[in-house]
């Protein structure tokens, strides 16, 4: 059994939902087979955030972290290949108030780091699987990228033996009237999206022994807004 770590952020703004926390408690009332999944819902601020996913990795001790977050101009799951150092939050304050403008994450830390995860092949198992997908390179400079250079960071400088990445998640449908999204994902099929990229990503780094039978795949859809 591997133990996986699954992250997403609270609602934030004037928003009750965040798409990336619907779809995480769906994941975690019924994670992917052969995994020990944790579920922490990260606070939507910078500082705090990091903290409390390093808190999550050090109380469950995780062999894998898969971190999520709310990509509201995303059409489809985008799984993020490069985290920089970088906070810039031009456009909004965090929940605190806390706006940093051209600050690095970690002062000292290297400008950008790949992520741990076999990105281009959990994207082709999602997309395989009738899920939009696509690869991202660039999670922004607000707190998506935030995390996923903390978690980035931690592994590079403390857990060696960790892998983890990050993934962005489209409007729930509920949420996309009145916004430029141009499309927008159910829960369930991006929680759905969410297991497969957990699997894809566990048997790319824990290969199953020879004669090992793969499990079918699922499909789900993508509900595109009218008009």
Known sequence: MIRVLLTAFEPFGRDPLNSSLEAGRLVAAGPPAGVTL???ALPWAFGDSISELRRAV???EPELVIATGQGGNRPDLTVERVAINLDDAVRRPDRKGNQPLDQPVVPGGPAAYFSS???KAC??????A?????VSHTAGTHLCNHVF??????IATERPELSGGFARLPYLPSQAPGREASASMSAETAAEGVRILIRSAVATLHPPPVGTVAAPRRRSWLR???G
């Open 38 to 40: 944790e579920f922490a």
């Open 58 to 60: 050090d109380r469950f």
């Open 117 to 119: 995860l076999p990105v």
């Open 123 to 128: 994207v082709e198992a999602v997309q395989q």
């Open 130 to 134: 009738g899920i939009p997908a696509t």
């Open 149 to 154: 250079y903390g978690l980035a960071h931690l």
């Open 224 to 226: 595109r807004r009218s």
